[in-house]
């Protein structure tokens, strides 16, 4: 069941990365881009941290960066699981903190236009081998949509 509810919230995660779409005004530009646009094939991804004791991932599309950042006991079990993201306007950082702050399994917290969520809950009992998988595909997936 857990495994599940890991796949769903990673999933989740990936897929408001890739087509968070604005219901308002399109008339503002958010980082030189239009904020009701679908971000398709301008995502890019790589690893800002690569070590047995911690991974982390960085995508960035044109409204939102998201850092995914996992940290790792000696036996290689997660401790930790954050997602960052700072978006382009501190409008579409509120309408991701509400979506956020709703999962009840998460603390989520924001600042500005940076909303980060405290994702261990959901992660807990991967180890490094699962979780640095699920970082080989997103940035293989990088720029594919």
């Known amino acids: 069941m857990k495994a599940i509810k890991f796949f769903a919230m990673l999933f989740a995660c990936a897929a408001m990365s890739f087509t968070f779409a604005s219901c308002g005004d399109d008339d503002d530009d958010i980082n030189g881009g239009d904020p009701g646009e679908i971000i398709t094939g301008q ?5 800002t941290k690569d070590s047995k004791n911690e991974l982390e991932v960085t995508q960035k599309s044109a409204v939102v960066t998201q850092v995914h950042n996992a940290k790792f006991d000696k036996d290689g079990i997660l401790t930790s699981y ?15 903190y509400e979506e956020l702050k709703n999962e009840s399994d998460m603390k989520v917290s924001k600042k500005g236009k940076t909303v980060t969520a405290d994702m261990t809950t959901s992660f807990e009992g991967c180890t490094y081998d699962l979780i640095k998988g699920i970082f080989d595909s997103m940035i293989a997936e990088s720029g594919k949509y």
Request: no cysteine; net charge negative.
């Open 43 to 47: 995502t890019t991804s790589k690893y």
């Open 82 to 96: 954050t997602l960052t993201s700072t978006w382009g306007t501190e409008e579409w950082a509120n309408a991701y």
